[in-house]
Each structure stands twice: as structure tokens, then as C-alpha cells.
């Protein structure tokens, strides 16, 4: 099977791993991956990226000429991916760039005049409805239409597309799974004396972006009602909230139960997770953002729980978007935005080390199963095999 896989994503090598598992399942799997030459990824990492081919067995990354730097929506590639095309011959096309995107529209139109009679399918993470004009709503029905199959990041997602009138196959697993080898069960006493942890400390952990709609105030109230017992606060990551958050523990009187962590390398995150007693991912819909198309935020993944899960760390979440079917019952889910619950949830673990235990190796399993690289790369497979026979 000749499998072509185009996004951005895999500008970062880190996130080729599932595709490489991908390439490694059978013997007669080709996966080639195409990229932008150039590709400016924002946020943190706010520079542009120039990536380089890369050939490893049966797996190869190839960059293509790009138009659009940074707006996968108008990502679209040069005319030498045309030769590519013609040599390789996928069988599977798969653009990871959603339903809208022009770089799908370009290779459904290239499969077709090209006469490769491969299988379309394209991956979106968008999970609330929406609504387009002309000359977008257009683009999306193209695309739609000659679409053999979808995989969605979330239930939601898979929801959206069939009130969009999409009535195809669709698998619902998230783009990027968890390495195994970086995120287990490490113990990290070192780490924990430098971070001023007693071996007492009830450490609550949070990875993530320091904005609203994460719940991090919630979280907060809910361990401000945990006062007089021994617990610590530790949050990875950086955002807009943080200077309010530092009022409001002080506010609280929690200051000194918090411990800040700004930049960690992604390769040091594994460590700081195995210093965690739980981790807490509290997202709350939040109805205030606003595109040209659509309203709104929920949350798609949340991909720190399965990292968490991995690392045999027991997760609690809340109900938002797909939080609560990636936990299932694996860990415990409160309904968003309710700080009695999260408190409650909160006491539990503390109280009851037995079913902290319990849960963190449920979650262990739940992610070897379900979440692996490996795992994942099978549930795709099994998917394209569906498609080539109908």
C-alpha cells in the first residue's frame, strides 16, 4: 500500500512517529510524507522553519515548494509536487489540513487529473458548527464531495462534519499519539528537591497555555477549600492569565503552595509529569472567541492526558469537548467550570491512595491500548484498508 500523508505538522520531526510506526507495520507499507519547504509554525516557536528530505526505509519526507508561510487553511504546494505524484502513485492521499483547506482541493484535482484513482481523506480537529459564504462554502462541498473517508481529532468533530452533510466513512482518533519510551513511570527525587517538593506535598499538576479557557482559575478555587492539608501547585507552561493568576493566589493566600515552571524543553516535560500526584486538565467551553466562520471554543483533545496516563499519573478532568471520552474511566471527570466538584475530586485522591493507584494504572492501560504511536498507527491502517475495498 502507497500511502502520501500532507501537512505542516510534520515540519517537527517529533510528530512524524506515528507515521513512521505507520511505515513499519507490514512489509509492503510506502509512506511518504509531504511538508512545506517553508514553514513559519508561530507561537513559541515564531521563526521559519526549512525542512530537509529525509529517507528511512520505507518512510521519507519530502518538501515540497509552498504557498502560505503560516495559514494551513491556504496552504498550498508548487508544481513540483506533480512529479512526485506521478512516481509514486499513492493509493491513500490523506491532507491533514480540514475540510476547507485549499491544499486538499489541490491534490483531490490533482488525483483526478492525474488519473491515480487514489482514496481522499483529509483529518480537522474542529469540533463546533459553523457557517460559510461563497466562495468558502464552495471549496468545503468540493471537498466534500470527493472525500472517501475522514479522520476526526474527537466525537464532536465527526458530529460537525455529519451536520455538514458529509454521510462518508469517518474514524475519530487523534493526529499525534504518545511515545511510550519518553512518557512512563519515572521516579524524580531530585527534581522534586529542586523544586522544593517535601515528601509530603500532594503535588497537583497543570501543562499547558495560562489562558481562560483552561480553567485555571476554577482550579484554583478548588484548592483554595483544600487549605490545611500538604499540597503543592505545579504549573508548566506560560500564558496571558499568569500575572492574574499570581494576584489571585496571593489573594487566596496560596502563593507559596505555587511553583512555576515557564520553559521546559518538550524533551523535559516526561520528568516534570512523574513529579505529579494527578494532573488536572479543568477546560471550560468558552463561547467569546470568533472567527469569520464560526464562534467559540471547546476543547479538542487535550493530549497532556494521555501523556499523564502514559506516565502513570492519574488524570482528572472536565467535561469539555472530548476531555471526558479520552479519560472515559480511566480517571475522573467533574463537570467544567464546577469547583465544589473538582474539590471533590481533588479530596479523593488525596484520601484514597488505593484508587489514585487504581486509576493511574486503568489510565496506563487506556493509553498503551488506545494512544500509543503503534496503537494509532493500526487504527489508520485498519481505516485505509476499509476504504481501498468499497
Known amino acids: 500500500m502507497r500511502i502520501l500523508v500532507v501537512s505542516h505538522s510534520y ?20 509512506v511518504t510524507v509531504v511538508v ?6 508561530g507561537g513559541v516557536q515564531n521563526k521559519i522553519i526549512a525542512t530537509q528530505p529525509r529517507q528511512e526505509g520505507c518512510f521519507r519526507i519530502v518538501p515540497i515548494s509552498n504557498f502560505s508561510e ?3 487553511s491556504l496552504l498550498t504546494f508548487g508544481a513540483d509536487i506533480i512529479p512526485l505524484l506521478r512516481q509514486f502513485r499513492p493509493q491513500i492521499i490523506q491532507v491533514e489540513q480540514g475540510a476547507k483547506a485549499l491544499g486538499y482541493a489541490q491534490l483531490i484535482s490533482l488525483n483526478k487529473l492525474l488519473g491515480m484513482q487514489a482514496k481522499n481523506l483529509f483529518f480537522t480537529w474542529w469540533n463546533l458548527p459553523y457557517q460559510l459564504k461563497f466562495p468558502v462554502s464552495w471549496l468545503e462541498a468540493y471537498n466534500l464531495q470527493n472525500t472517501h473517508g475522514v479522520i476526526a481529532g474527537n466525537q464532536d468533530a465527526a458530529e460537525v462534519l455529519r451536520q455538514r452533510g458529509y454521510q462518508g466513512a469517518i474514524k475519530v482518533m487523534p493526529q499525534l499519539g504518545v511515545d511510550e519510551n519518553r512518557f512512563c513511570s519515572q521516579p524524580q527525587l531530585e527534581l522534586k528537591s529542586q523544586l522544593g517538593i517535601q515528601s509530603d506535598d500532594f503535588v497537583i499538576g497543570f501543562v499547558g497555555r ?12 478548588a484548592l483554595v477549600g483544600l487549605q490545611g492539608r500538604s499540597w503543592k501547585w505545579l504549573l508548566l507552561g506560560r500564558g496571558p492569565l499568569q500575572l492574574d493568576l499570581m ?8 502563593k507559596n503552595q505555587l511553583i512555576w515552571v515557564e520553559s521546559v524543553p518538550h524533551e523535559e516535560v516526561p520528568r516534570y509529569i512523574n513529579v505529579m500526584d494527578t494532573l488536572v486538565l479543568p477546560s471550560e ?12 471554543w471547546k476543547e479538542q483533545f487535550g493530549h497532556v492526558l494521555i501523556e499523564a496516563m502514559a506516565s502513570k499519573v492519574p488524570v482528572i478532568g472536565s467535561n469539555s469537548g472530548e476531555i471526558p471520552h479520552v479519560i472515559a474511566d480511566a480517571g475522573l471527570v467533574f463537570p467544567e467550570g464546577n469547583v465544589a466538584a473538582l474539590q471533590k475530586c481533588l479530596q479523593q485522591l488525596m484520601e484514597q491512595p488505593e484508587l489514585a493507584h487504581h486509576l ?25 484498508k476499509k476504504l481501498l475495498v468499497t
Do not use: H
Open 210 to 221: 495560562f489562558v481562560a479557557e483552561k480553567g485555571l482559575l476554577t482550579l484554583g478555587k
Open 70 to 72: 503560516n495559514n494551513q
Open 285 to 296: 467551553t468558552n463561547s467569546q472567541f470568533k472567527t469569520l466562520t464560526a464562534a467559540g
Open 247 to 254: 494576584n489571585k493566589a496571593t489573594e487566596w493566600g496560596i
Open 36 to 41: 512545506p519547504c517553508r514553514w513559519r509554525p
Open 11 to 30: 515540519v517537527v520531526d517529533l510528530n512524524c512517529e506515528k507515521l513512521r510506526a505507520l511505515a513499519s507495520l507490514e512489509p509492503n507499507l510506502e
Open 360 to 384: 493511574a494504572q486503568l489510565g496506563y492501560e487506556r493509553a498503551m491500548i488506545w494512544y500509543t504511536n503503534k496503537a494509532l498507527a493500526k487504527q489508520q491502517l485498519d481505516f485505509y
